[in-house]
């Protein structure tokens, strides 16, 4: 099928900076996810993005410092009546070419997701918790993010089931606030973050969300809103860690799914998980 391309202005909040990989900021892919999500409710305005599949996050997109907003194109194939797959691109201007590169592709479903087993909080009940980490070392030593991005809160437990641990959306000024077509960005962000902790734990090496099979928004979170996130391994191989996601209110209702996130090592071996939280591994058989 044929694609359009559009441009987009991204407005660089000033917390975006604290988001940052190797001493440089990049869009987070939460956000990401929102300007594609919202490019697909301008094609189609009656759309409902809460599903979203096959999604990959193949390059970062820097924020120069001091920069207000940034340039991309959103490019779009609507396949069928129901899936419309969108990808966000930038134009690379060498000396004599201009060059397209691609940041990220997701497919959406513009129908209402239907209702799912989503699991269950009893991870958080009797758990035998093999290690907790503050969230103040989290990320002060794990996940080195400014604390705009400081998602999590209280201790991340892990264990050989899983992680589990509190979230808390910030409550930004209200002229920061914006109606968001995904809901808060950072209950998501915090339990990718959790994942990360977790495959630090497991892995030789710090895992970065490169992608994910499907994600589900059943009640979309909201800002200054507190959340419990739950995290299983599904796989594990020396390049990969696939992990599903779980985002529930106070309640135990559940918010929304991510299955299948796929994380990987993107600092070429440079950046390697602290001798401390290694040595709090649990025994592999």
Not at 3 to 26: A, E, M, T, Y
Not at 62 to 75: F, Q
Not at 108 to 125: I, K, Q, R, V, Y
Not at 254 to 268: A, Y
Request: proline share 7%; net charge neutral.
């Amino acid at each position: 099928m044929m694609s359009s391309r559009r441009p987009v202005q991204i407005l660089i909040k000033p917390w975006f900076h604290d988001h940052c990989f190797n001493g440089k900021g990049i869009l987070p892919a939460v956000e990401i996810m929102e300007v594609l999500a919202s490019a697909v409710q301008a094609i189609r305005p009656a759309s409902h993005p809460w599903e979203m599949s096959k999604a990959s996050f193949s390059k970062f997109l820097e924020i120069p410092a001091g920069a207000t907003e940034l340039s991309a194109l959103v490019e779009y194939e609507e396949r069928d009546k129901d899936e419309i797959c969108s990808r966000l691109l930038s134009r690379i201007r060498l000396k004599k070419i201009t060059r397209i590169k691609e940041h990220a592709q997701i497919i959406f479903s513009t129908h209402f997701p239907e209702a799912t087993n989503t699991g269950t909080t009893d991870l958080f009940e009797a758990i035998e918790t093999s290690c907790s980490v503050a969230a103040e070392r989290i990320y002060r030593e794990l996940v080195p993010f400014g604390p705009a991005y400081h998602t999590l809160t209280g201790p991340l437990h892990l264990s050989v089931q899983g992680a589990w641990g509190r979230l808390q959306a910030p409550l930004l000024r209200e002229e920061e606030q914006e109606a968001k077509t995904l809901g808060s960005p950072f209950p998501l962000d915090g339990a990718m973050h959790a994942a990360c902790v977790f495959g630090q734990w497991v892995a030789d090496f710090v895992p970065f969300p490169v992608g994910f099979s499907r994600r589900t928004i059943h009640t979309p979170t909201q800002a200054g809103e507190q959340y419990l996130t739950k995290v299983v391994l599904v796989s594990q191989s020396r390049e990969e860690l696939i992990f599903d996601l779980s985002i529930f209110d106070r309640a135990g209702t559940p918010c929304e799914t991510v299955q299948g996130l796929r994380m990987r090592d993107v600092s070429g071996g440079k950046i390697t998980p602290p001798d401390w939280l290694r040595s709090n591994r649990f025994a592999k058989s």
